[in-house]
């Protein structure tokens, strides 16, 4: 039978997920804090064309599916991919992204996550951005400005959406 996870239950699988990351693959650490601290898509952290400096420092990520612009500030960026994007070469392509799934699958020893018909395991951390987001005070409204969500709807369905682990 299916558990529901709130959102004390996702972080704790995030973080069993990072260290683990961590611990067996530093490789990839880069890759999986910047989902976790961005609430990034799985891919566009592998895209570099995607990422662009702005003249104050900050660093611009262009979504894919043209949302709004989003805006970090390379401190809150875990600094190997700050440095990647200075150099204007990612370890890793788009072509990786199933390595990395599977490689979160492995470190996942929390339980197999079921997320029903969205994709990729890896939304783990998009999903547990918006939530934490909502659950720390800020309005559906500030959500949807920090993922640059053109549709006002997809932050209620990012906060309300039930994750499993099965």
Known sequence: MPTILDVSDL??????VLSNIDKY???YSYYFHTLNLTGCRPLEPLKIDLW??????????NPLKHN?????NPNSLPSDFV????????PFNDARL????????????????SLFNDG???????????????????????VH???GWKNPGLANRYIEKVIYLT
């Open 98 to 113: 199933r390595t990395l799934l599977r490689t979160f699958h492995k470190m996942n020893s929390y339980g197999r996550l």
């Open 25 to 27: 693959f530093p490789e």
């Open 52 to 61: 662009s400096f702005k003249t104050n420092g900050d660093i611009q990520l």
């Open 68 to 72: 709004n612009p989003r805006i970090f």
């Open 120 to 142: 990729s395991a890896l939304y783990l951390f998009r999903y547990l951005k918006a939530k934490e987001m909502y659950d720390s005070g800020l309005g559906v409204s500030d």
């Open 145 to 147: 400005n920090y993922f």
């Open 11 to 16: 972080r704790q699988c995030a973080n069993v």
């Open 83 to 90: 440095n990647y994007l200075i150099s204007n070469n990612l």
